[in-house]
Every structure is written in C-alpha cells, then in structure tokens.
T-cell receptor, first 112, second 114 residues
Framework: GQQLNQSPQSMFIQEGEDVSMNCTSS?????WLWYKQDPGEGPVLLIA?????ELTSNGRLTAQFGITRKDSFLNISASIPSDVGIYFC????????????FGKGTRLSVIA | KAGVTQTPRYLIKTRGQQVTLSCSPI?????VSWYQQTPGQGLQFLFE???????NKGNFPGRFSGRQFSNSRSEMNVSTLELGDSALYLC?????????????FGPGTRLLVL
C-alpha cells in the first residue's frame, strides 16, 4: 500500500527559530493534510491542500502541495513553546474514495 | 458544538478477551473513520462508515470489526485480543464520506492488553 516518508523524525529547536518538515511519497496524491497531536489528544487538522503547487498559511504555519504531487512540506515560523507536539502529514490518492495515509510524524521540542 | 467523543478513554484487557469501543461524531457529521495508532506503525486506517455502511476497510484481520448506527454513532469491536492490539484507537468524524477537510478526531481510547 501507499506509504508516506516523513522527516525529520524529531527536532529540538530554540524558541523563535523557524522549523521545516516534509513528507514524500512514491505515489501521486490528490490531497495533502497536516495535523498536530498533543499528548493525550487526537490529531488536529492544521492545513489542508487540494491542488498541486498550492501554498496555504494558517497563522505562523505555511504548507505547500508539491508540484510533482508526491511531496508536501510544513514550515513553522518563530516557534513558541506551545508548538511542541507531534506533526503528521497525511495524503489521499484520489478525491475521497480511498482512506487517508499518514506519515509517522515529526516530534517537535522547543527549548525556551 | 461538542467535539467527537470516545468512550471509554482507557481500557485494560487480557489476551483472548474482546472489547467494544464507542465513538459519537460531531452533530451533523455522517461519516466516521477509525484508526489505530502505535509508536511503531503510526496511524493506520481501520475502517470508514457512512450512513451505516462500511465504505472502506484497512488491512487488519477479521478480529477487527465495526458498525455505525442510524444516529451516526459508531462502535468498533476487537475479538480475541492479542498483546499487539495495545494501541490508541482514534475515531474521526466528517460531514461527508471521504471529506478530509472536515475530519475531526476524538481524543482516542487507549487500550492496553496484558
């Protein structure tokens, strides 16, 4: 089945730094999503991307749908302590008839 | 608007037992998906229900089953529990089937199999 390769697996950064993480696939995806999961909670959708080349922002977060449709990245600018958590990418190969495939997550730690 | 609720939040079972987990979607949402989350495998899709019909099923053994009721609430059942079934089971609801953009997750049920 489809697999998403998400990197890096974990990151330790200083407060105020920018962060970048990405996801790649061997298959073409029609939808890319980015989620954040806090301890003891379910993932929360941050950004949804539906079109190749699309660049979407949500506050300090920016995500892009790669033009090859096989990758996506998420940037976080000026990180703050509450950015700590696990970030997941997810993708769907068609318009909605197949289930989402998730990356294994990037664990972000922010040092104040 | 209340979010997705899952009960129970924590559960301890022994090998061979069976377990039923419950998910109440956001009001008005008709699609419910279930995922298993483990440290080694990450989030893996179990099944999706829409209007009481299973739309998709992940690559899990037949011990894993689910159903959806007319009020969109869903249950999943795992029979003959194995140690490897220990995981966080997440439910997500959305307005329509396959609608990733409106998919909201519940807090999960953490299952420990001893």
């Amino acid at each position: 089945g489809q697999q998403l390769n998400q990197s890096p697996q974990s990151m330790f950064i200083q407060e105020g730094e920018d962060v970048s993480m990405n996801c790649t696939s061997s298959s073409i995806f029609n939808t890319w999503l980015w989620y954040k999961q806090d301890p003891g909670e379910g993932p929360v959708l941050l950004i949804a991307l539906y079109k190749a080349g699309e660049l979407t922002s949500n506050g300090r977060l920016t995500a892009q749908f790669g033009i090859t449709r096989k990758d996506s990245f998420l940037n976080i600018s000026a990180s703050i302590p509450s950015d700590v958590g696990i970030y997941f990418c997810a993708g769907r190969i068609d318009s909605g008839n197949t289930p989402l495939v998730f990356g294994k997550g990037t664990r972000l730690s922010v040092i104040a | 608007k209340a979010g997705v609720t899952q009960t129970p939040r924590y559960l301890i079972k022994t090998r061979g037992q069976q377990v039923t987990l419950s998910c109440s979607p956001i009001s008005g949402h008709r699609s419910v998906s279930w995922y298993q989350q483990t440290p080694g495998q990450g989030l893996q899709f179990l099944f999706e229900y829409f209007s009481e019909t299973q739309r998709n099923k992940g690559n899990f053994p037949g011990r894993f089953s689910g159903r959806q009721f007319s009020n969109s609430r869903s249950e999943m059942n795992v029979s003959t529990l194995e140690l490897g079934d220990s995981a966080l089971y997440l439910c997500a609801s959305s307005l329509m089937a396959g609608d990733s953009g409106t998919q909201y997750f519940g807090p999960g049920t953490r299952l420990l199999v001893l």
